[in-house]
């Protein structure tokens, strides 16, 4: 499974907040190629879900991966 991770002063911290400990793959959130669903089907639920609900505003042109993310 792969995590994704803030950038920024918050770099490599989980999305979903759980601990780096675990051994498994990371990668930084705004650089992961999201929009290949080979790739999303590798990534944590909870790191997607949060990457959906925050990285776009309401209004936003969104992916359509990311509405349905949001929408689950």
């Known amino acids: 499974m792969i995590h994704l991770t803030e950038t920024g002063f ?3 911290r989980r999305l979903c907040l759980t601990s780096r400990d675990d ?3 990371n990668a930084h959130a705004s650089y992961a190629p999201l929009r290949d669903p080979a790739f999303r089907a590798s ?3 909870v790191c997607l879900k949060t990457w959906a609900d925050e ?3 309401d209004g936003d042109d969104m992916p359509d991966y ?3 993310l ?3």
Request: aromatic share 6%.
């Open 10 to 12: 918050h770099a490599g």
């Open 23 to 25: 051994g498994a793959q």
């Open 43 to 45: 990534c944590c639920a």
């Open 55 to 57: 990285a776009y505003d």
């Open 66 to 68: 990311i509405t349905a």
């Open 70 to 72: 949001r929408a689950s």
